[in-house]
């Protein structure tokens, strides 16, 4: 039977492939409370890389939690921010597919592509009506810029795509692409023709991540004007819906949102767009679980938390090192990170205060929370010790992560509380 995204579709990172279980029983009390949301663990090549691990561990874990917990909807292992370079790391493990196609905009294709492009699609200059949204005036200026920034990445996109229907055949996986990760937003009228390249080349995706105002940043807080967020996530919205009746595509095809982490301010205004339209949504997160191992781990106190201030000393020292491979999605100031020696100082109840999202909270910290965000590399280097931690304090840590995941995320963002 060829599994399908529902309407609502979750994105969960999963550094060390311990937490799928208590990631699964977020989905669970969403299916209990009357919202089918389809789980999707991601976690992309530069994160297998930098901990050294292999796809099919995290296949594993999510099999195996599926099984332990009777779960009998689909579910969906993405290869997240994949390109030809990579993509045959996950081909016998995933079914779910982000091409990200960000490093190839702005580059041009050439005039004959483009020429047929503006020929396909010139029958659309004049006023172009979108539903909910105001129209927008169609010239042959915006379609031929739209060709010159964007067509060779669309190109680019069919290559991945047809590689891995090369291996793996027609249906059966979701495929993605993703274009968050660059420096402006796409307006709703590039959006429009980028979704007519699309289906022109007939790579069948189900969702699309383009990049909205403001700052994602990982694990932390949307920063930006919300009022100008709502329009563009609404617009986009809008153009999905009229572009599947102009151009085919597919019935079901939903906006990504990346990385929707922890953007509580926009949650209420996401629910109302999405209650009011009926459109689907995918929210794609980043690893908040491995923070919530961090957190736990500190609760513990003892050894739990002697780890938890290894890992942040460690990362303090090798700052640089961490950072630079997220530079684009991480905004630290490093003045207001403590120094290690103070943090050594520190309880369990201050690390974790410290480092839980709420932002309500007097010592929640979001620089120390972004630098141990990208800090799971130095927890690989305990290997064992670091494993070994997780079961012995398997109970608070997976609390943790299914309340964070199902009262911070679901809750606001698909039931509206």
């Known amino acids: 039977m060829k599994k399908i995204l529902s309407k609502y579709s979750f994105g969960v990172g999963d550094r060390f492939a311990h937490q799928a279980k208590p990631q699964l029983k977020a989905m669970i009390k969403a299916k209990e409370a009357g919202c089918a949301i389809t789980p999707v663990w991601n976690k992309s090549y ?85 539903p909910g949204i105001d129209s927008i005036e169609v010239t042959p200026a915006l379609i031929q810029a739209v060709a010159e920034k964007y067509l060779y990445a669309i190109y680019e996109a069919k290559k991945i795509y047809d590689y891995i229907r090369s291996k793996l055949g027609d249906g059966g996986v979701v495929i993605e692409i993703s274009m968050d990760e660059t420096d402006k937003p796409q307006t709703p009228d590039e959006l429009f023709f980028i979704l007519a390249g699309i289906s022109e080349l007939n790579i069948p995706i189900n969702t699309i991540a383009p990049k909205f105002s403001g700052s ?92 938890a201030k290894h890992v942040y000393s460690e990362s303090y020292k090798y700052y640089d090192q961490l950072c630079s491979p997220y530079l684009s999605v991480i905004d630290i100031d490093k003045e207001k990170l403590p120094t290690p020696d103070e943090v050594n100082r520190w309880g369990g109840e201050t690390f974790s205060q410290t480092l839980r999202h709420d932002q309500d909270h007097p010592l929640y910290n979001l620089n120390f929370r972004q630098l141990l965000h990208v800090g799971y590399k130095i927890a690989s280097k305990l290997e064992n010790k670091y494993l070994e931690a997780l079961v012995a304090n398997e109970a608070v840590i997976s609390k943790n992560v299914t309340e964070n995941i199902f009262h911070r995320h679901i809750e606001p963002l698909f039931l509206g509380r």
């Open 46 to 130: 530069r994160e297998h890389e930098i901990i050294g691990s292999k796809s099919l561990t995290t296949r594993s874990a999510v099999d195996k939690a599926v099984a332990d917990l009777n779960w009998d909807e689909p579910y969906f292992l993405d290869a997240d921010h994949i390109n030809l370079k990579n993509v045959d790391f996950f081909i016998d493990t995933c079914d779910f597919y982000t091409i990200d196609v960000a490093d190839y905009i702005g580059r041009s294709i050439g005039g004959k592509k483009q020429k047929i492009f503006y020929e396909k699609n010139k029958n659309f200059i004049g006023q172009l009506e979108f």
């Open 216 to 307: 994602f940043n990982k694990g932390v807080e949307y920063i930006g004007d919300v009022s100008l967020f709502k329009k563009e996530f609404e617009q986009d919205i809008a153009v999905i819906e009229l572009a599947k009746k102009e151009f085919g595509l597919n019935p079901d095809l939903k906006l990504s949102v990346h990385s929707g982490s922890d953007k509580f301010s926009i949650y209420p205004l996401m629910n109302e767009v999405i209650t009011k339209s009926g459109a689907g949504l995918h929210l794609k997160t980043a690893g908040t679980s491995w923070l919530e191992e961090l957190i736990g781990l500190a609760e513990s106190e003892g050894d739990g938390l002697e780890i």
